[in-house]
T-cell receptor, first 110, second 116 residues
Framework: DQQVKQNSPSLSVQEGRISILNCDYT??????FLWYKKYPAEGPTFLISISSIKDKNEDGRFTVFLNKSAKHLSLHIVPSQPGDSAVYFC?????????FGKGITLSVRP | DAGVTQSPTHLIKTRGQQVTLRCSPKSGHDTVSWYQQALGQGPQFIFQYYEEEERQRGNFPDRFSGHQFPNYSSELNVNALLLGDSALYLC???????????????FGPGTRLTVL
């Protein structure tokens, strides 16, 4: 039973354009949602989060949108840069336990 | 601040053997969580330690056990290794702010375990 789903395994975007990474969840008990970025041979690095009581959170080039009624969140990266190329994981938190999606590989073409 | 550190980096074992992985949390953090990341999957929660006790556990068999020491460092032990235990094992640390509330988790680089 996959409670956090990232249905697209990969995304390729031109440098300077917008990257939109999507995530769906099924458990209504999740109270916090997070995005992590992972490079090879490194652990996941926290990127941005959003509380379940908010619908948008912005940090520089990164914006996360939450649609609770649809149980859907998305990460927008504008403008995309080649250094953004990595695996991005969506995660949802209940108390302190994180449940992760399978991840999406973002490739930003110069 | 060294962040979260894990040892060893890589490990090769054979089926039936036992393994111990180690984790030192980020300075100021008192809670350690362990995750298993199989190839092509997201990290899966194994368990969490706080105040030297296991506080939460994911859907993993009793072959997976752990320990937290007074200095907050932690060990993950896996007995009777199976081929399917081959994965990247990630440790994450955080700080308990109050009951039910923790700050964000910082991850270590992981230990790559290969079971032959």
């Amino acid at each position: 039973d996959q409670q956090v789903k990232q249905n697209s395994p990969s995304l390729s975007v031109q440098e300077g354009r917008i990257s939109i990474l999507n995530c769906d969840y099924t458990n209504s008990m999740f109270d916090y949602f997070l995005w992590y970025k992972k490079y090879p041979a490194e652990g996941p690095t926290f990127l941005i989060s959003i509380s379940s009581i908010k619908d948008k959170n912005e940090d520089g080039r990164f914006t996360v949108f939450l649609n609770k009624s649809a149980k859907h969140l998305s990460l927008h990266i504008v403008p995309s840069q080649p250094g953004d190329s990595a695996v991005y994981f969506c995660a949802a938190k209940a108390v302190s336990k994180l449940t992760f999606g399978k991840g999406i590989t973002l490739s930003v073409r110069p | 601040d060294a962040g979260v550190t894990q040892s060893p980096t890589h490990l090769i074992k054979t089926r039936g053997q036992q393994v111990t992985l180690r984790c030192s949390p980020k300075s100021g953090h008192d809670t350690v969580s362990w995750y298993q990341q199989a190839l092509g999957q997201g990290p899966q929660f194994i368990f969490q330690y706080y105040e030297e006790e296991e506080r939460q556990r994911g859907n993993f068999p009793d072959r997976f056990s752990g320990h937290q020491f007074p200095n907050y460092s932690s060990e993950l032990n896996v007995n009777a290794l199976l081929l399917g235990d081959s994965a990247l094992y990630l440790c994450a640390s955080s700080q308990k702010i109050r009951e039910g509330l923790y700050n964000e988790q910082f991850f270590g680089p992981g230990t790559r375990l290969t079971v032959l």
